[in-house]
């Protein structure tokens, strides 16, 4: 009879010890003081396996191994680098089971929906070898006649890179396509909780043919002290941060000194409209979609649903039975649709959001409680009847809750769904037209489903508005948040 691997067993398969190190100018190497951070398996709380503490020192060497890479890797040939990316798309496509697996194994997420985010993840590499090539500058004439005006695109130079739990692949690869695609060397420092895809993805990245030093991995469990030395550092050019609205907006403060360039994909609140005359099927069928991704811990996640009044009963009721159905458990085992939260934490902060939604007059429709351990599970809820001063609608839940307010006119639901320090994505279920128009000119948002619980897309910018954040990732617009422009003016006799 064969036994299932352990966790820890399959996570010595996929990445062996060697690459649990730092990663600093090609070599793997331990961190400077010896350290070791343990990192856990939220399906059962046991330590999956540990990774390298990163110094201080060994970030400042890490930087020193970007920095000393940049010229020549800015002077390599663009069609070389996309060529790189393309390699690293194919090998990625072709490892996604390995890499939904460990993805799974550290995050917490079904393997059926980590592969997903392989997919995700590897198109903004294929993306990205396609725009290496793209870059352009302009030549024009002076409008005022006698010169002539160029601009020439280079790389921003040595980044750093912050990236979050929630999705350890794609979140990396947004950021390290268009950077190869451009020219530019990094640092990464990877989520602490799940730093083992990344680790995993720069070993693919070298057989792909990435030069040493272009890209340098540092994990740490203090992601503080990395991030105020290397923004003091002159030669770090530019910080691309996904994660919380806190911590964004201390980075931001940070680079005030060096004046580094700055992209900034923060914490969302997104509202989820449903108009009376919409596909009520298709709109439960999207409300899935948009609250459930990643056990509803995603930046995009329906945070609200925002009912019109006469179609609200039932939208909650088909919602419920639908959410209620969902099957709990350790992401590696079949037919399992929703994984643990990344952290007792995270469980408990759920918890909180749902009890005082219910203090506040809220009815519970299904779940509503946390699930009995080991791991870290919370059950799908539905609530109805929540106030709109609830933390269920203020606050990013980043969790497996679904909250349903109604409105009783149009201009009730876009001031409902403005109503929030955040503005990173909106959905909206209608089949008018017209209405489709005038929310994508009055909701406060970087980016508008309509009739979909999915806007994410690699040829689309990604990015929000208002305390959500600026610049933009995948799309034509990605690869600009790497490029500095330098114009030249040509007098002409
Ligand atoms: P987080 O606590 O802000 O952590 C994100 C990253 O920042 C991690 O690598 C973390 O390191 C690091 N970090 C923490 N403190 C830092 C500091 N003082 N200086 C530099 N780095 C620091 O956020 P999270 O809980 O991982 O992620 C959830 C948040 O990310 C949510 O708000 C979500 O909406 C947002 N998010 C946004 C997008 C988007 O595209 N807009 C996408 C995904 C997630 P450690 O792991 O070591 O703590």
Redesign the pocket.
């Known amino acids: 009879m064969s036994t299932r691997p352990t966790p820890q067993e399959s996570l010595d398969r996929l990445l062996p010890e060697h690459n649990r190190q730092l990663l600093i100018g090609g070599s793997w190497v331990p961190a400077a003081g010896g350290g070791r951070i343990d990192v856990l398996d939220p399906a059962d709380g046991e330590v999956l396996g540990t990774i390298a503490d990163g110094t201080t020192d060994d970030a400042v060497r890490a930087l020193d191994a970007a920095h000393a890479a940049q010229a020549e890797w800015a002077a390599t040939a663009p069609r070389e680098r996309g060529e790189i990316l393309r390699r690293a798309f194919e090998l990625v496509t072709e490892r996604a089971d390995d890499l939904a697996l460990v993805m799974s194994l550290e995050m917490g997420k079904p393997v059926a929906e980590a592969k997903g985010e392989v997919t995700y993840g590897a198109e903004f590499l294929r993306w990205f070898s396609e725009e290496a090539v793209r870059v352009h500058g302009r030549w024009m004439h002076n409008p005022a006649g006698g010169s002539r005006l160029l601009t020439v695109r280079k790389p921003v130079g040595p980044c750093l890179f912050?990236?979050?739990?929630?999705?350890p692949l794609a979140?990396g690869t947004?950021k390290i396509g268009p950077a190869i695609a451009a020219g530019c060397t990094m640092v990464i420092?990877?989520?602490?909780?799940?730093p083992y895809t990344m680790l995993l993805l720069a070993t693919i990245l070298a057989e792909a043919g990435l030069p040493d030093g272009v890209l340098n991995i540092v994990?740490?469990?203090?992601?503080?002290?990395?991030?105020?030395t290397l923004q003091a550092d002159d030669r770090l050019r530019k910080v691309s941060?996904?994660?919380?609205?806190?911590?964004?907006k201390?980075?931001v403060k940070?680079s005030a000194d060096q004046l580094q360039r700055m992209s900034?994909?923060?914490?969302?609140n997104a509202p989820f409209l449903v108009f009376a005359d919409a596909d009520l099927g298709a709109a439960v069928d999207g409300a899935m979609v948009a609250k459930m991704r990643n056990m509803g811990?995603?930046?995009?996640?329906a945070n609200r649903f925002l009912v019109e009044e006469s179609v609200a009963e039932e939208f909650g009721r088909r919602l419920a039975e639908r959410m209620g159905a969902l099957t709990v458990g350790r992401g590696q085992d079949d037919g399992v649709d929703v994984g643990p939260l990344?952290d007792e934490k995270a469980v408990s902060s759920v918890a909180a959001v749902v009890e005082d939604a219910v203090e506040r007059g809220a009815r519970v429709l299904t779940g509503g409680q946390a699930v009995e351990g080991p791991g870290f599970f919370y059950a799908p809820t539905v609530l109805v009847d929540v106030p709109a001063e609830a933390d269920a609608v203020t606050t990013?839940i980043?969790g497996p809750v679904a909250p349903i307010t109604t409105f009783a006119t149009e201009d009730d639901a876009v001031r409902l769904a403005n109503a929030t320090e955040y503005g990173?994505a909106a959905y909206a279920y209608t089949r008018d037209l017209e209405r489709t128009i005038r929310l994508a000119e009055r909701l406060e948002t970087g980016m508008l489903g309509i009739n979909t619980g999915l806007v994410s897309n690699p040829a689309a910018p990604?990015?929000?508005v208002k305390q959500?954040?600026f610049g933009r990732?995948g799309g034509f617009e990605g690869i600009e948040e790497y490029l500095d422009t330098t114009y030249v003016a040509i007098p002409m006799s």
């Open positions: 912050i990236t979050p739990w929630n999705f979140m947004r420092k990877p989520a602490t909780q799940t994990t740490t469990h203090d992601a503080g002290a990395l991030s105020s941060f996904t994660g919380s609205t806190g911590v964004g201390m980075l940070q900034m994909e923060l914490g969302g811990e995603a930046c995009t996640s990344i990013e980043f990173l990604f990015g929000g959500s954040g990732e």
